[in-house]
């Protein structure tokens, strides 16, 4: 279930932020980033300090009652019709488009969901279709490896936000292969002041230990100089 591009009438002047837990455990700076550029760009940002986990991580696992306990707390905390902007694509995903699943049988929490999914949005798709964001080449030469995971893709339908804020970096140029059902990362080579390129070659998928049929594409990136991984988790 994609969800296309959403549009605002005017420029919010205030948006929330919800942080998610692998910014609040796991990984504080790019969610510091996030949170710099959006005000950087005239944004205010609301952090509701009582945020928690958006309940995934037990609804993933088959655990829906304590995923709906956990998505419950989160249903209070975003009175203010602003968008809610979320840096990750699978925790954005699960408030859009799980949430008034979620809350099925209980009409007035589902109400509520269905009001906060049509306010989220994932951090790139907001940069790019909301703000018009321009990002400004101020690095060097780096090789970028861009993984866009599978809820960008799938569930949200912003895989190619990411891919535009390095194009808007640099002149690029990508080739367009894939391999198997599933797109690979583009190689994209820069030729102006940055180069943000690609590895051009990928190796041969592995074949894992008691596997028939075809390989399954758990194959690592290619290490190379000046290595720059960026994930859209």
């Not at 989160?74 to 799980?98: E, I, R, Y």
């Not at 306010?119 to 780096?142: A, H, I, S």
Request: with cysteine; aromatic share 6%; proline share 9%.
């Amino acid at each position: 279930k994609m969800n296309p591009a959403q549009t605002l009438a005017q420029r919010p002047t205030d948006v929330y932020f919800f942080a998610t837990c692998v910014v609040d455990q796991l990984l504080p700076a790019p969610g510091m980033a996030a949170l710099t550029l959006l005000e950087r760009e005239g944004i205010r940002v609301h952090f509701p300090e009582e945020q928690t986990c958006c309940g995934q991580p037990a609804y993933t696992s088959g655990f829906p009652d304590e995923a709906r306990k956990v998505a419950a707390h989160q249903l209070t905390l975003f009175p203010n019709d602003w968008p809610v902007v979320v840096p990750s694509g699978s925790c954005a995903g699960m408030m859009k488009h799980h949430y008034p699943t979620l809350f099925a049988a209980d009409p007035g929490r589902k109400a509520q969901a269905e009001a906060l999914s049509a306010r989220v949005y994932e951090f790139t798709d907001f940069l790019v279709n909301v703000l018009g964001y321009q990002p400004e080449d101020k690095g060097g030469d780096c090789t970028v490896v861009l993984h866009t995971s599978c809820s960008a893709r799938r569930e949200m339908g912003v895989h190619l936000t990411g891919r535009k804020l390095l194009g808007a970096a640099g002149d690029f140029r990508g080739d367009g292969r894939r391999q198997g059902r599933v797109p690979q990362g583009d190689r994209r080579r820069a030729r102006g002041q940055r180069r943000l390129r690609l590895p051009d070659e990928h190796p041969r998928p592995r074949r894992l230990e008691g596997q028939t049929g075809r390989p399954r594409e758990t194959q690592p990136a290619r290490r190379t100089h000046r290595q720059l991984p960026i994930a859209a988790h």
